[in-house]
């Protein structure tokens, strides 16, 4: 069955299927030429973020809980909101970087150049 989510236009590269990612958590997901990302699957929607913690270098997938759309990191409990990647809780600072993702086909894929806007969820 298709299944299309069209957040997001011009989402480009595949990362995995959807049905790689456990419901209401993360799934890391590994390159030979880039850092991790982590694929949330929440409410039956997909986020692609940045997996390494803006803080340290916590994989936020491995440790990482996950409340709704706010990934705690498991570390030293800073907390990112995976739609936006606001910063929820300190000790963070820095945003979480999230990319435009659609689902087609059953697929997850990402746009890894155009970022998603912080003011696109939080207007
Ligand atoms: S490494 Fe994630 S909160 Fe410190």
Redesign the pocket.
Same mark, same amino acid.
């Given at each position: 069955m298709e299944r299309r989510l069209p957040q997001f236009e011009h989402a480009s590269t595949r990362i995995c299927a959807v049905s790689d990612i456990p419901e209401d958590d993360g799934l890391k997901v590994e390159f030979p030429d880039r850092s991790p990302l982590a694929v949330w699957l929440v409410e039956d929607k997909v986020f692609v973020t940045d997996d390494t $913690?803006t %803080? &340290?270098?916590?994989s936020l997938t491995d440790g990482g809980m996950l409340d709704g759309f706010i990934i705690e990191?498991g /570390? %030293? /409990? &800073?907390a990112f909101d995976i739609r936006d990647g606001r910063v929820e809780s300190a000790? $963070?600072t820095k945003p979480l970087t999230v990319y435009a993702a659609s689902v087609l086909d059953g697929d997850v894929y990402a746009d890894l150049v155009t970022l998603v806007e912080i003011e696109r969820h939080h207007g």
């Open positions: $913690c %803080h &340290g270098q916590a990191c /570390l %030293h /409990l &800073g000790p $963070c």
